[in-house]
């Protein structure tokens, strides 16, 4: 039965036509992501810039810190699910056709998660590593 | 479905002058796809730097010539931009300031945060 409010025909329903259903939610997780990150790319940009040299040492010792580990873990995680959410707003607005711009999103998504795993890897390894 | 129409389009972008805030929209779409590449590649830095000191030699050997530094320059300035018009954007996202004259002060301010942000990023880092 269509509710009320579902003005679509059959056949559009059917297709999945109209409106996507998390729309909602997809624009809240940009907007929560975003803010998450304003603090954690500054506190990159400068801890970063501030180390006195970048030697696997330094770095290693850097990250040593607990609250150093978790806030580069957290940079990366966030701020690549952040990136492949806008990476799939420019694909929905210029890759046509359907099947085109799927394959643009998913390839862009699989590089994401797995860049996540490799960079959360990196981080554990340093952080926890000899 | 894709564009099969082979008449001639009225030219736009060719002919008409962006507003200040329409160039900085396309800038903040522009500057997300750099990031994008820019954390997969920080991804593969802190990779290198995991693996080892010989893995770490040749990332620190490319990020300090002349390509890695310009890479490097380009991601910061990609960076504070896109956060600092992020930052306006979440303004928008309360509802304030889209009065055309506030947007456009903002995004001055934001042009100028840029700049200070990644040239103080470079004096600490150098």
């Known amino acids: 039965m269509k509710p009320v409010n579902d003005f ?19 624009s809240w997780l940009q907007k929560i992501t975003a803010i998450a990150l304003v603090p954690l790319v500054l506190w990159f940009g400068l801890g970063v810039a501030s180390l006195p040299e970048i030697t696997h040492d330094v770095l290693a010792s850097w990250l040593k810190s607990p609250f150093n580990a978790v806030m580069a873990l957290l940079l990366i995680v966030i701020s690549l699910k952040h990136g492949m959410m806008g990476m799939q707003v420019i694909f ?3 890759v046509h056709p359907y099947r085109r711009r799927l394959a643009a999103i998913l390839i862009s998504k699989f590089l994401g998660y797995f860049m996540m795993a490799l960079g959360v890897y990196s981080i554990l390894r340093l952080s926890l590593g000899s | 479905m894709s564009w099969n129409d082979k008449r001639p389009m009225s030219p736009h972008l060719q ?17 997300g796809v750099v990031l994008f590449i820019g954390v997969i590649l920080l991804v593969l830095v ?16 490319f990020l300090s010539s002349w ?12 960076l504070y931009y896109h956060l600092c018009n992020g930052i306006r954007h979440l303004f928008w996202d309360m509802g304030k300031g889209f009065d055309l004259n506030d947007a456009e002060k903002a ?19 150098l």
């Open chain 2, 67 to 78: 390509l890695g530094k310009l890479v490097l320059f380009g991601f910061t300035l990609s």
């Open chain 1, 92 to 94: 929905e607005d210029y």
């Open chain 2, 15 to 31: 002919v008409y002058k962006l507003p200040l805030t329409a160039k900085l929209s396309i800038l903040h779409r522009a500057t």
């Open chain 2, 46 to 61: 802190l990779l290198a730097a995991a693996n080892g000191p010989q893995s770490w030699a040749s990332m620190h050997a």
């Open chain 2, 107 to 125: 995004g001055k301010f934001v042009i100028l945060a840029t700049f200070l942000l990644t040239i103080v990023t470079w004096l600490v880092a």
């Open chain 1, 8 to 26: 679509r025909s059959p056949l559009a329903r059917a297709k999945g036509l109209g409106t996507s259903p998390d729309a909602t939610r997809f």
